[in-house]
């Protein structure tokens, strides 16, 4: 089945540990996205990405880093200079944005 | 900035009922606007797209939605919801010269039974 993973489902961590997130998937598109969705603010941009080796900062870009190494995988790190962690991060890929965005079902972050 | 508005954080319909969820841009030119669907804990998933034309776009699961640009608004409707329509509504606008999605703060629909 062709679609975009998310894992872990769920994820917990101590204050200043730095944790990764995975992204795949396995639709062929070049563009790549990293949501963080928080209670009453809808869905805001971390960081995009076009194509292989190279990214882009969304709104919201500070105490996170990507890599994009490959054109199936775009993983978001989130370290310990992003103040409040804690959300739901919902990866996303598009052929263009035009033919719609497709997302994954995202990674539930509570960091303790 | 080009961005949306969903002047609704919370609608309460009875099954059966219309469904009118809100959504107003401001963008100069023709805008790209979508409309996705969330259910608790999952990813979005897109309900219809409106580039040009057709002012009325119709969507999957029985939504559809009108372009208005003389009131800058996108609205979705649906004749008549049903339980499992019950999920958080999310509008978007292209931004960024093309190259990102912009969301509104989503609309929380519960269904009455």
């Known amino acids: 089945d062709g679609g975009i993973t998310q894992s872990p489902k769920y994820l917990f961590r101590k204050e200043g540990q730095n944790v990764t997130l995975s992204c795949e998937q396995n639709?062929?598109?070049?563009?790549m996205y990293w949501y963080r969705q928080d209670p009453g603010q809808g869905l805001r941009l971390i960081y995009y990405?076009?194509?292989?080796?190279?990214?882009q900062k969304g709104d919201i870009a500070e105490g996170y880093s990507v890599s994009r190494e490959k054109k199936e995988s775009f993983p978001l790190t989130v370290t310990s200079a992003q103040k409040n962690p804690t959300a739901f991060y919902l990866c996303?890929?598009?052929?263009?944005?035009?033919?719609?965005?497709?997302f994954g079902p995202g990674t539930r972050l509570t960091v303790l | 900035a080009q961005s949306v508005t969903q002047p609704d954080i919370h609608i309460t319909v009875s099954e059966g009922a219309s469904l009118e969820l809100r959504c107003n841009y401001s963008?100069?030119?023709?805008?790209?606007l979508f409309w996705y669907v969330q259910s608790p804990g999952q990813g979005l998933q897109l309900l219809l797209k409106?580039?040009?034309?057709?002012?009325l776009v119709q969507g999957i699961k029985g939504f559809e939605a009108e372009f208005k640009r003389s009131q800058s608004s996108f609205n979705l409707r649906k004749p008549s919801v049903h339980w499992s329509d019950a999920a958080e509504y999310f509008c978007?606008?292209?931004?960024?010269?093309?190259?990102?999605?912009?969301f509104g703060t989503g609309t929380q629909l519960k269904v009455e039974l």
């Open positions: 996303a890929s598009s052929a263009g944005l035009r033919t719609g965005v497709f």
């Open positions: 639709l062929n598109h070049d563009a």
């Open positions: 990405s076009q194509i292989v080796n190279d990214f």
């Open positions: 963008y100069g030119a023709t805008p790209y």
């Open positions: 409106y580039f040009s034309g057709d002012t």
């Open positions: 978007a606008v292209i931004t960024g010269g093309g190259n990102k999605l912009t």
